[in-house]
């Protein structure tokens, strides 16, 4: 079973800036799109970044000029740098991947989530 395990959350003051990874791992798999969520206390999650096997990008309005969404293929890693970092920001973070494994077909597993707090 693949599983994605993110890392680099914490807290920060508003302005600055954090590098969230996530890294999927487990058998034989390809990873077509990975993307990035978020999930605010009494809010919907919603989707924060994406980034597709072509390297092509989307955002969310929210964040755009502000986060940037990267993968690095050897590690099966994705990324997303967060500067000018706002209150509003604050949530848990979650990654999840498009996923093909040889004959098992496709899946779209998630991480754990890590905690992103920014204080004004």
């Known amino acids: 079973q693949v599983q994605l395990v993110e890392s680099g959350g914490g807290l920060v003051q508003a302005g600055g800036s954090l590098r969230l990874s996530c890294a999927a791992s487990?058998?034989?798999?390809?990873?077509?799109?990975m993307a990035w969520h978020r999930q605010a206390p009494g809010k919907e999650r919603e989707l924060v970044a994406i980034?597709?096997?072509?390297?092509?990008?989307n955002y969310a309005d929210s964040v755009k000029g502000r986060f940037t969404v990267s993968r690095d293929n050897t590690k099966n890693t994705v990324y997303l740098q967060m500067n000018s970092l706002k209150p509003e920001d604050t949530a848990v973070y979650y990654c999840?991947?498009?996923?093909?494994?040889?004959?098992?077909?496709?899946?779209?597993?998630w991480g754990q989530g890590t905690q992103v707090t920014v204080s004004s």
């Open positions: 980034i597709n096997s072509d390297g092509s990008t």
């Open positions: 487990g058998g034989s798999f390809s990873i077509n799109s």
């Open positions: 999840n991947a498009n996923i093909y494994r040889p004959g098992l077909g496709y899946s779209g597993p």
